[in-house]
């Protein structure tokens, strides 16, 4: 796999298992910041290349068996990226995947996004996910052996970088933190608390628009929902795996609730414009898009007090926050009366971690 060279820094960005979700989300910012970087060649080491329409400066390599299994997977990072980054001798190594590979290259970089070092998994949750449980402790140890050799590692919120850092032994001068931009416009944030608009007589419609991983916590989401007037829309259809066979099982037929199955990005943007109330009560994140993006879509929101919450919309006005299911109960049942429930706040933790804005501003960073 020889790549020709021209008289310009060499970037390589590897993300070969970045296939949907918040990774493809990633990989499609990278490369739309790549796009526009002309102080340097890139290529992205990806799934399927055809997939992706080369540029005169960025370039696309596919790997499609590497996300097929673990051993693909492993094969690929830890035996084939060492030996082609002694071929192609980049100036950047750039892995878009929490498992960075021991390459060769003038500076090398983790943007880590996985919150599964951060998961202590319960009974409960082997019994509904074992493979996952499993993963994030093998996830844990591959982590832990090859992350802290970058020379920088790169995190979507402060509170993530810090763990991340401390739980790799990366000193601190080396942490930095991206946050995810979003494809909604990012609107102006509005003046003053809001509830929903007027229903007239029809039902509150909340959604959760998230995977079916054990630790996402659909269930919450029900039980928060099942009350008089409110509707409940679900992005999975029930029958993905142990866990969304379970939550299927768990709705009963108490409230109302609807499982769409799971939808594209467009789809879930358009899930959320139409939605009164988002919901986000998952246990185990890095970020939780979603919320950035249905406060660009200015949603009203209602969460549960975590890291990623407070950072992200302890300052949005249209946000409600719960320390228990039953009082965020009893704030959704005031929103469906058309009431303005008095808020909490919590206050999101301060850090003096360097921001910067967008890959853009990384890619400049790494081959200063």
């Known amino acids: 796999m020889n790549i020709a060279r021209r008289n310009l820094p060499l ?3 590897s993300a070969v298992a970045a296939l949907k979700a ?7 910012q990278a490369v739309s910041a790549a796009r526009g970087f002309r102080g340097a060649d890139f290529l992205f080491l990806v799934h399927d290349h055809r997939q992706w329409q080369p540029d005169g400066n960025v370039r696309f390599l596919g790997f499609p068996r590497a996300a097929g299994s673990y051993v693909q997977r492993i094969l690929a990072e830890y035996a084939m990226f060492p030996a082609l980054s002694r071929r192609w001798r980049p100036d950047v190594w750039l892995s878009l995947l929490d498992t960075s590979p021991p390459v060769r290259a003038r500076r090398q970089a983790v943007y880590c996004h996985n919150p599964l070092p951060c998961w202590s998994p319960t009974v409960r949750d ?5 493979k996952e449980v499993l993963r ?3 996830f844990g140890l591959v982590v832990r052996a090859f992350v802290a050799r970058n020379d920088f590692l790169v995190g979507q919120l ?9 739980y790799v032994g990366l000193h601190r001068d080396r942490w930095l933190v991206v946050a995810p931009s979003t494809e909604t416009g ?3 944030r509005p003046r003053g608390d809001s509830a929903p608009a007027p229903l007239g007589g029809r039902s509150l419609e909340c959604v959760y628009v998230s995977l079916p991983r054990v630790f996402k916590n659909f269930e919450e989401a029900i039980d928060l929902c099942r009350q008089e007037g409110v509707r409940l829309t679900l992005t999975l259809s029930g029958t993905e795996n142990r866990y969304a066979r379970y939550v299927r099982a768990y709705s009963g037929d ?3 609730v609807r499982f769409i199955g799971q939808v594209s990005h467009a789809e879930s943007l358009a899930t959320l414009a139409h939605a009164d109330v988002v919901l986000f009560p998952s246990r185990l994140e890095t970020f939780g898009l979603p919320i950035q993006e249905a406060i ?3 949603r009203t929101l209602l969460l549960p007090v975590r890291p990623w919450t407070a950072a992200i919309a302890a300052d949005y006005p249209r946000a409600h926050f719960y320390r228990s299911v039953s009082e965020g109960c009893q704030i959704l049942a005031a929103l469906a009366r058309g009431e303005r429930p008095t808020p909490w706040r919590p206050s999101p933790a301060a850090s003096d971690l360097p921001r910067l804005s967008g890959f853009g501003d990384l890619y400049g960073l790494l081959l200063s």
């Open 254 to 256: 108490g409230g109302d």
């Open 11 to 13: 970037v390589v960005v």
């Open 22 to 28: 918040g990774p493809l989300t990633m990989l499609n």
């Open 136 to 138: 994030s402790f093998v």
């Open 158 to 166: 402060p509170w993530y970088t810090e763990f991340m850092g401390t």
């Open 126 to 130: 082997f019994r509904l996910s074992p």
């Open 296 to 298: 660009d879509l200015e």
């Open 186 to 188: 990012g609107r102006a």
